[in-house]
């Protein structure tokens, strides 16, 4: 079975400048996930998609950020414009559905911003 | 909400032997989830263990073991018979039962295991 999917894997851009990121979760899994995670610091959600609806965004800087799942499948996660503070290693996982909390969920590799 | 609190910025242990990782948290929930990943260099986070609140027995996977006190709220991470592919940034999450949101993870700070031969 194949795991989730993210790319790019590294991207370097100026301030200002936009950039977004694409996630293929688990095929079959309902639940999607991004997650922010600055370096020394565990992971923290940014938005929750249960098929092709938000579930949660509440820690998303709306302002800058957004995120949409068309279809229930892949997710992109974009910025705009982009901050110093936004490097980052952006990390997408996939459940088969949140409707219990024991359901693993699977990480994707993650893909690293440098902000410069 | 929930916090979770890694104490140890950075363990060491010798392969062959046990270490143990510390993690505490504060809910005001009874029902909850608590993990243990691991994130290797390559940076993709593994789950390696995972006890339901509810289970006063503690979870066990292979060399890998918890120590789940829930009136102290603490969970710690004891591995045995230490190997060198076990040094990883090793994170503490955890996850509610129930509510109206989502069910995503709350991550401590991590705790990065060395592991020398």
């Known amino acids: 079975e194949a795991g989730v999917a993210q790319s790019p894997r590294y991207k370097i851009i100026e301030k200002r400048q936009s950039v977004a990121f694409w996630c293929n979760p688990i095929?079959?899994?309902?639940?999607l996930y991004w997650y922010q995670q600055i370096l020394g610091q565990g992971p923290k959600l940014l938005i929750q998609f249960q098929n092709n609806g938000v579930v949660d965004d509440s820690q998303l800087p709306k302002d800058r950020f957004s995120a949409e799942r068309l279809k229930g499948v892949d997710s992109t996660l974009k910025i705009q414009p982009a901050k110093l503070e936004d490097s980052a290693v952006y990390l997408c996982?996939?459940?088969?559905?949140?409707?219990?909390?024991?359901?693993?969920?699977?990480f994707g590799p993650g893909t690293r911003l440098t902000v410069l | 909400a929930q916090t979770v609190t890694q104490s140890q910025p950075e363990m060491s242990v010798q392969e062959a032997e046990t270490v143990t990782l510390s993690c505490t948290y504060d809910t005001s929930e009874s029902d909850y989830y608590l993990f243990w990943y691991k994130q290797p260099p390559s940076r993709q986070m593994i789950l390696v263990i995972r006890?339901?609140?509810?289970?006063?027995q503690n979870a066990t996977e292979n060399r890998f073991s918890v120590n789940f006190q829930k009136a102290a709220k603490s969970f710690s991470l004891k591995i045995s018979d230490s190997q060198l592919g076990d040094a990883a940034m090793y994170f503490c999450a955890y996850r509610r039962v129930r509510g109206n949101s989502g069910y995503a993870l709350n991550f401590g700070k991590g705790t990065s295991l060395l592991v020398t031969p």
């Open positions: 006890q339901e609140a509810y289970k006063q």
């Open positions: 996982a996939s459940s088969k559905n949140r409707d219990t909390g024991k359901n693993e969920q699977f």
């Open positions: 095929s079959g899994h309902a639940t």
